[in-house]
């Protein structure tokens, strides 16, 4: 079945570790999404790739970086976790359908740094 | 730049009443609209979208949203609540066109159903 995994669902991690998200989705879309969700608020896109070594920044900054080697895998890192880091990660992948972009979810990490 | 305001951050309805979650976005070329909810601890799913063509548009769970140009809404309705219908709903556009892979998020209205 098509789909979009993001592990691990929940971390919990000291404050200086090295993290990196998994993002992997079976759909072959060639374009993917990371999004930054705090409490009540809305999506902030941080990062996005639209194929393979490709990658930008979003909208809102953030000290994570991301790779795309290949097409269905885009991990996200963050090389010191600090408490400002605490939020829910949420990646998405798209595909074209009709000229419109229809975005596809994962279920998200919450991130806790201590 | 694109912006979404959804009107109410909460909104608490009794089981069977009409649900009604507003969205406004402020574009001078209308943009592709769409709903997205989300369970709790869940990532977002797609209800709708409008993108050209009929304004009444209808989606997953009995939901459905109208839009309105002349007031630059996309507000999005359902006769009658149901208890699974508890989560958080995301209004959000992107641009027409190329570059439109980008979609900018309303803040979210979380729905409380009474039994």
């Known amino acids: 079945e098509a789909d979009i995994y993001q592990t691990p669902r929940y971390l919990v991690i000291g404050t200086g570790k090295k993290i990196t998200l998994e993002c992997s989705q079976t759909m072959g879309h060639d374009k993917m999404y990371w999004y930054q969700q705090d409490p009540g608020m809305e999506l902030h896109l941080i990062h996005y790739s639209y194929g393979v070594n490709s990658t930008e920044k979003g909208d809102l900054s953030s000290e994570s970086t991301v790779s795309r080697i290949r097409t269905e895998h885009f991990p996200l890192t963050l090389e010191s976790a600090r408490p400002s880091h605490t939020s829910q990660y949420l990646c998405?992948?798209?595909?074209?359908?009709?000229?419109?972009?229809?975005?596809?979810f994962g279920p998200g990490t919450r991130l806790t740094v201590l | 730049a694109q912006s979404v305001t959804q009107l109410g951050s909460h909104v608490s309805v009794s089981e069977g009443a009409l649900v009604l979650l507003r969205c406004n976005y402020s574009?001078?070329?209308?943009?592709?609209l769409f709903w997205y909810v989300q369970y709790p601890n869940q990532g977002l799913q797609l209800l709708l979208k409008y993108t050209t063509g009929a304004t009444l548009v209808k989606g997953i769970n009995g939901f459905e949203a109208e839009f309105k140009k002349s007031e630059t809404s996309f507000h999005l309705t359902k006769p009658s609540a149901h208890m699974s219908d508890a989560a958080e709903y995301f209004c959000a556009v992107s641009d027409r066109g190329f570059g439109n892979e980008k979609l900018t998020f309303g803040t979210g209205t979380r729905l409380t159903i009474i039994p």
């Open positions: 998405a992948s798209s595909e074209r359908l009709a000229g419109v972009n229809e975005q596809f």
């Open positions: 574009s001078s070329v209308p943009p592709y």
